[in-house]
């Protein structure tokens, strides 16, 4: 059986290559095991759809701790590396982000994303940033479970910024944070694909997208040298959908069309077999 070290450096190696790692983003235990069993070699966490799952809106709403509940309940049910989205670390400061790398290596998994937006929305100071990520690396190595630290950046987002800002201040941040510490850098709300390359070119270091309708196919995104695609709370929020819309359909007299559901003995099955 692996150590958690060793699902670390798997994941790490991961964001090498050759291929590209797609990450189909888990919200709790089921979720998790029918994305591993249909061949994901590693499971990412939304944090959103953990929130949503336990009743909260996106957007540190939720405790570190109900956060990390879930995670943990995730990371023992799975074979594969699971890497932990924990927003923005549940505070601003290097304290913040220490404690909630401990809490992420005690809960079992290998990696975690950390974002550089506080409460507010803005961009915390770079300065302030780099020091987190410096924390994130010290606690998780002093715990003996060096995470996969995948160091996500809000500059599509910020206000602030517009255009070309937005591009340059992507790329200063993201090849800062691999200097202190990060293995990969995430650039979500992104689909343009010369943005996407250009990106991928100057940051130096592995590159995750946030996957939507609207970004290039796969095989492009693999072709122009992005290493990680994962795509947030899209597959938590199309299950509600489809929930929504069975629950429509069957209150209007109907019965709605559940082709796509898992059998019950499938899953049985596959929730009965534990790592």
């Known amino acids: 059986m692996s150590t958690q070290r060793d699902r670390a450096e798997r994941l790490r190696q991961l964001h090498l290559g050759p291929r590209l790692l797609v990450l189909p983003n888990a919200w709790d235990v089921a979720s998790a095991k029918v994305i591993e069993a249909v061949g994901a070699s590693a499971v990412a966490t939304s944090s959103a759809g953990v929130a949503y799952a336990l009743g909260y809106p996106d957007g540190q709403r939720i405790s570190r701790e109900e956060m990390l509940d879930m995670v943990r309940r995730i990371a023992a049910a799975v074979q594969v590396p699971v890497s932990a989205d924990v927003e923005a670390g549940y505070g601003d400061t290097e304290e913040a982000a220490s404690a909630t790398a401990r809490a992420v290596v005690a809960a079992g998994a290998v990696g975690m994303n950390l974002e550089d937006s506080g409460e507010s929305g803005e961009l915390l100071a770079l300065d302030l940033q780099l020091a987190r990520i410096r924390a994130v690396r010290s606690a998780s190595e002093a715990a003996g479970v060096p995470l996969v630290l995948n160091a996500r950046t809000d500059a599509f987002a910020a ?22 510490g990060a293995d990969c850098v995430f650039v979500p709300f992104v689909s343009d694909q010369e943005i996407i390359a250009r990106l991928a070119r100057e940051i130096r270091g592995p590159l995750n997208i946030l996957a939507s309708p609207a ?8 072709r122009i040298g992005v290493r990680r695609v ?40 596959l929730l009965a077999s534990r790592r």
Do not use: K
């Open 230 to 269: 994962s795509v947030g709370s899209t597959i938590a929020r199309a299950a509600y959908g489809l929930a929504r819309s069975s629950a429509v359909e069957l209150l209007r007299g109907r019965y709605p069309d559940l082709a796509s559901a898992i059998p019950y003995a499938e899953l049985q099955a």
């Open 215 to 222: 970004s290039p196919p796969l095989g492009d995104l693999e």
């Open 159 to 180: 206000r602030a910024l517009a255009g070309e800002a937005r591009v340059g201040e992507a790329v200063r941040r993201g090849n800062a944070f691999l200097a202190a």
